[in-house]
C-alpha cells in the first residue's frame, strides 16, 4: 500500500497576509508599482497646484520619498516571492 502525501498550500505569514489588503487577492509585482506610482503623481498635483511653492516643494519631497520607500518594499515582496504566487481555490 503506498500513502499519499497530501500537499499542504504555503502558508503566509501575518505580515504577507495582511498585505493582501493592499494588493488584493491575486497581487502582481506590476500592478502594485502601477499604484503606488499613480497615487505618488496624484499626491504631487495636488500639492503643486494648491498649495504656495515653499509648503509644495516640501511636500512634494516627502511624497517622492515615500514613493522610493514604496518601490523598495515591492521590490523585496517580490524578492520574498509574494506576488504572482500560485493560490489555491
Known amino acids: 500500500m503506498t500513502e499519499e502525501v497530501a500537499e499542504d498550500p504555503p502558508e503566509t505569514t501575518g505580515f504577507l497576509a495582511g498585505l493582501e489588503f493592499l494588493t488584493g ?14 497615487v505618488t503623481c496624484v499626491f504631487i498635483a495636488a ?15 516627502l511624497v517622492l520619498v515615500i514613493a522610493v520607500i514604496s518601490f523598495i518594499m515591492g521590490a523585496v515582496l517580490d524578492m520574498l516571492d509574494y506576488f504572482d504566487t500560485p493560490r489555491t481555490i
Open 25 to 38: 487577492d491575486d497581487p502582481s509585482a506590476g500592478s502594485f508599482l502601477l499604484v503606488v506610482g499613480m
Open 47 to 61: 500639492f503643486q497646484f494648491m498649495l504656495a511653492p515653499p509648503i509644495s516643494t516640501l511636500l512634494t519631497g
